[in-house]
Every structure is written in C-alpha cells, then in structure tokens.
C-alpha cells in the first residue's frame, strides 16, 4: 500500500510559478513511476507528467517547457515545478503511483487527495 500527500497548491497570477510536493509513504519509492494529472471543473482527470523508475520523464504537450517533474527518491518525494502559469491550468492536482512505466491513469493505482491550483488573471 503506497501513501500519497500532496502539497503546494494555491492562486498565483498569471505567469507566475508554484511548485507542486508529494510525499510517498512506500519503501520501495524508487521502483515506482510517478505522475501528475489534473482535473478541472467538468473535464476529465488528465496527465500532466510523469517520471519513471529510471528518471525519464513524459509530458502532456501544453505542459512542455513550462512545467517540470522531479523525484527525490531519497526523500520519496515527487516535485512539479510549474512556471508561466495559465489561467486554464487552474485544476486539481493529483499525484498517483504505478508500478510499471505507464502513463494510463486506469493503471495508477495509487493516488493522493489532490491539490487545488487557481490561476488568476
């Protein structure tokens, strides 16, 4: 069973930058990939990023050169670091773990409670 705390979230204006934690609670952590998705009112919940066992990393294309996913495995924590932010990246973040490279949600099946991010503009 993996544990997953999100933290981070909040309003920020337009163009500015948040760096979204998420502390695992599974020994393992390094085994595990890792991802971001987000949902927004009325949407599906969607990949943001994720980051694999080996350190390669995917990202869904409008997040590309904006936003960034890292791990600390030594502190079983996974970062989205987010810049330029967007009034339409406003949504709930949810960090999820897998354990196999994937980036189908259906096969995460760990997730945390989610972290809401407004963007203003």
């Known amino acids: 069973q993996v544990q997953l705390v999100e933290s981070g979230g909040g309003l920020v204006q337009a163009g500015g930058s948040l760096r979204l934690s998420c502390a695992a609670s599974a020994r393992t952590f390094n085994r595990y990939s890792m991802a971001w998705f987000r949902q927004a009112p009325g949407k599906q919940r969607d990949l943001v990023a994720a980051i694999h066992s080996d350190g390669s990393t995917n990202y869904a294309d409008s997040m590309k050169g904006r936003f960034t996913i890292s791990r600390d495995n030594a502190k079983n924590t996974v970062y989205l670091q987010m810049n330029s932010l967007k009034p339409e990246d406003t949504a709930v973040y949810y960090c999820?773990?897998?354990?196999?490279?994937?980036?189908?949600?259906?096969?995460?099946?760990?997730w945390g409670q989610g972290t809401q991010v407004t963007v203003s503009s």
């Open positions: 999820a773990a897998a354990d196999r490279p994937t980036l189908i949600r259906g096969l995460y099946a760990y």
